[in-house]
Each structure stands twice: as structure tokens, then as C-alpha cells.
């Protein structure tokens, strides 16, 4: 049954600095969004951080989509780093049933989980995780329903992003923990968003062939994201949290909601628990119904100043 939901069909980032909580909000936010009716699946963009399976509370961690498409171009296989080539990667739209049953998870209450890969598994000289990044900027999962929602939870830092994959995202959300480092990364992604929007083209001088800076060009005109937008996590205070909207204000970063600091949590990640607080299930509560409002009010991108 179709419900046309406000973010029925959307597929949102969620960015932020190392250990600023992308993960614990990925998780938080699925919950919620599969328990408001849509169906839901988790994409792991990290190509370092171990452990969203746990937190997911999925029986297996699924195997690496990188090892379905074959392997990264620098061991002898076909994907590539979308920086240095950025055509689409073929067969990169299918369906879950269609995928070998090992690399496709579920938690019990009904979350999909993907998985790109990982670095440490590749051994050495191994370094560049692009080809993780093209699979997450083309995959496209056809049989998950009209109202599902993909939340891709990415690698810290500016990378990803800086190798195009806000292209094919609806919405970016970056995580903002109480440091100065997580609001400089907000402030720096809005920026940049604002500029893929106002048609500034990527940086292509290393691409030899003339149709593939033209397609690089292509590829960020055509972003159609709507807007980024911070959500404040391991918030302990009022005061904390006045500081940090105030900061990302004056930054042209609009604040979504808040996650407040969890005494269990941290608990659960350290044991590779599923992570169950009620706490921050009614603070993602109010951060979907904000982003559902958000959908419908149509906000147009921001540049930041
Ligand atoms: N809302 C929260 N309350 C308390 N601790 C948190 C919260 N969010 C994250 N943490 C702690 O911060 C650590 C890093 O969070 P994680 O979601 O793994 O960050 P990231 O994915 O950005 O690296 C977790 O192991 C957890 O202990
Ligand atoms: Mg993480």
C-alpha cells in the first residue's frame, strides 16, 4: 500500500566530524522512521567505523556491496573512485531480492541494512575508499516500495561529499556534537552545498577527456538536494544547546532537532549492543516529524553567507 508520506521516496545523508554521532542518529532516526510507517534501509557509507550492525540490532553484518560489483579498480576491479572517473557505475540500480541473501541484513523490526565496504579489509596500499563512494552515490534499490526512506550513513569528514555524493541525496543532515570541529563541519557542508547549487562546477583539471569534466560538470549541476540541515547530538543542557544554534545560525546552518546526551548509550556501543534508549527515540521522534514538516513546506536550499 502506498501512503505517499512527506519522505516517501527520500534518500538522506547524514554527515558530520569522527565520532560526532552519524551513527547513533542513522540508527535512532531508522527506528523511527520504520515505527511512523516507512519502509526504511540503512546504507553503511563508512569505510572505516565498524559496529552499525550491532547497533542496528541486525543478525549479521552484511557483506561488502564492493565485493558484489567486483572489487575496487586498484585490485584489479572494476569500480572506480568517482573522482577520477565519474561515470555511473553499471548495474548499480537493483532489487534486495535479486542480491545473494549475505549481503543483505534485517533487525527484527524490519530495518534493511547495506553495506559498502571497508578499508582495514582490503590490506595495504588500499587507501582510497572512492570506489565505496560511487557505489553509494549510484546504488539504487528498486523494490524496497514507493514510500521507503534510505538513510546512508557516511564516513566522517568532507570526502564523500567533496566527491559528489550529495548528487544523489534529497536531504543532508550533518551531526553536530558540542565541539568546534562539528560546527566548522556543518558550517564548511552548507557552504559547499550552496555552492553545488549556485552551479560553482567541481574541480575536474585532473580529467583528461573532455566528456568526462563535462559529465563531472553535469553530475553536480544536477544536484537536487533540498536543503542541509544540522541535527545537535550529545546534548547535556539547555545553555549547551542555546550555544550551538546560535553558533550554526551565524553560519547559515538551520538546526533540524536535537538528540540529547544519553547516560546508556555509550554503554551500547561499547558491548556491540542494539541500541535501545527511550530518550533518544522521542528526540529522533521530533526530528522526523521536523523533517516531514520540512518536506512539505518545500525550504529551499540555504547558502551560507
Ligand atoms: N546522544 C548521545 N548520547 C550519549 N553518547 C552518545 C550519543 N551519541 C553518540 N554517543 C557516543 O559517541 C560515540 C560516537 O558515536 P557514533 O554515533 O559512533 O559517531 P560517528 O558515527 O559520528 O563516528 C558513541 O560510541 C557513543 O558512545
Ligand atoms: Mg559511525
Redesign the pocket.
Known sequence: MTLNRPLSGLRVG?F?????????????LAETLHSRGYPVLVIDA?ST?V??AN?LGVAHDPKPLLEYFGGAVFAGGPVTCPVDDPEPLAGASLALADLPSDYVAMNSSGVWMLAAGKLGTLGPGAGCDGPMTKIVRDLRVVDLGADAVVLV?HK?GMEDSARGVLTSLDWALV?V?PTTAALQMAIHLARMTGEMKRGVAPATRHLASPRLVELAGRLFRETHMRDIVAVL???PDAETEACLRDRLAGGGVDVLGV????????????RGDRLQ?S??SA?ADTVARNLEHRCKTAVPIRSAP
Open positions: 547524514v558530520g566530524k569522527g565520532g560526532a554521532g552519524k551513527s547513533t542518529v542513522t540508527v535512532v563508512d567505523n559496529g552499525l547497533a550513513d566522517a551531526v556534537d547530538n550529545r546534548v538528540l540529547h546526551e544519553s547516560l546508556v548509550v555509550p554503554q551500547q556501543w561499547l534508549s530518550l533518544l528526540d
